[in-house]
């Protein structure tokens, strides 16, 4: 009888350690009181995008910007109380994460509100800030301008990273375009259009929001959209760890043969940030092509839009969450006690079976030699 019992458990333990291979642990939760905890503030006007708004500089500075509600979602948004001088500029938020996660990272992003409105051009994207942009590449996870129907994903790196015709089925999305050169196509990188008006603007406010999940792996970066009807067990029930093999096709992928990970990403910073106007949702052509009205003659965005407050009520992301798994111990100041491991994670039929003869192998000696 002992010896069954110490073989049951030793191929239980085999069993379970197949089980959680594709699982990768939680190493960050970004929620509630604590939400705002591990932010850097911009503290400085648009230097990048040029547009109309000055970053507010610490959380006490920004404390009518960024705030936990009494239903513990966190609030990210743009002034719009106070009339703004001509010539200055409106208040707003731009946040990075002082925490850096690596190849073998994912992020989900749950939140009920996104920004919208005309002039308006939120993002939540990352970077790798410890060299000079775009070495190391960027992660467009949510980006749009104005009142665009739909989300746009996209990657910004140096030369040679590119979206191939041999990829397009990896995922569900529309290819803006397939360079995610920053010198090609005006840097509007390598985008994939989501295929569903529920990820931008007041069509995903009005279906309780949703959640976003990114993927940065070495075969690949992969982001899924769901809407709140739609999010599966596999994320909703993620308290501990996540396994992303159950998501089914992506809305966007970036990968294979068009782009090394590992050669053109490094570790990444996340940023929540939304500016106003600027080299995008500013142009008249753009404004007139994403559902605000054209700019009258002699006007411009900036006077048209950001001296006015009572435009920019729907400006503010409101989140649930912001969850960072990891299976990388380069991650910086993760709270994870599981086990790392920095290699990437075995998910193809063929690697599953290996791993079940593998777990069974050693279950059967084990037992072979108790007996």
């Not at 590449?137 to 191939?164: K, R, S, Y």
């Amino acid at each position: 009888m002992q010896r069954t019992t110490t073989i049951y458990i030793v191929l239980s333990l085999a069993l379970a350690s197949v089980t959680n291979a594709g699982s990768t642990p939680l190493v960050r939760t970004y929620q509630g009181d604590s939400f705002f905890d591990r932010w850097d503030y911009w503290g400085n006007y648009d230097n990048t995008t040029e547009g109309d708004v000055t970053y507010a500089a610490n959380l006490s500075s920004a404390s009518s910007l960024t705030y936990v509600t009494s239903s513990s979602t966190a609030i990210i948004k743009v002034d719009n109380t106070s009339t703004v001088a001509y010539n200055d500029k409106r208040e707003s938020v731009k946040i990075l994460s002082q925490d850096t996660y690596s190849v073998g990272s994912v992020w989900v992003l749950d939140a009920v509100h996104l920004p919208y409105g005309c002039s308006v051009w939120p993002s939540f994207w990352s970077y790798d800030k410890s060299g000079t942009w775009p070495d190391g590449g960027e992660i467009d996870v949510f980006e749009g301008v104005n009142n665009q129907p739909n989300d746009q994903m996209a990657l910004h790196t140096t030369d040679g990273c590119n979206i191939t015709t041999s990829s397009l089925s990896s995922f569900s999305g529309t290819v803006n375009d397939t360079s995610c050169y920053y010198e090609d196509n005006d840097n509007s990188g390598c985008g994939i259009t989501v295929n569903t008006s529920l990820s931008y603007g007041s069509a995903f406010a009005s279906a309780g929001g949703g959640v976003y999940v990114t993927e940065f792996a070495s075969t690949g970066i992969s982001i899924w959209f769901y809407s709140r009807a739609d999010i599966p067990a596999a994320v909703s029930n993620a308290s501990d760890s996540i396994d992303t093999s159950t998501l089914g096709t992506p809305s966007g992928w970036w990968g294979g043969s068009g782009c090394d990970i590992d050669t053109f990403f490094g570790d990444q910073t996340l940023i929540f940030d939304i500016t106003l106007c600027g080299n995008w949702a500013g142009q008249s052509s753009i404004l007139e092509t994403t559902g605000c009205a054209a700019l009258a003659t002699g006007q411009t965005c900036y006077t048209t839009y950001v001296l006015d407050s009572s435009n920019y009520d729907n400006a503010y992301f409101e989140i649930n969450s912001l969850k960072v798994y990891s299976n990388s111990s380069s991650s910086s100041d993760s709270t994870s006690s599981s086990t790392s491991d920095s290699g990437p994670r075995m998910t193809s039929p063929g690697g599953l079976g290996l791993m079940w003869a593998t777990s069974l192998g050693v279950a059967c000696a084990l037992a072979a030699f108790l007996s």
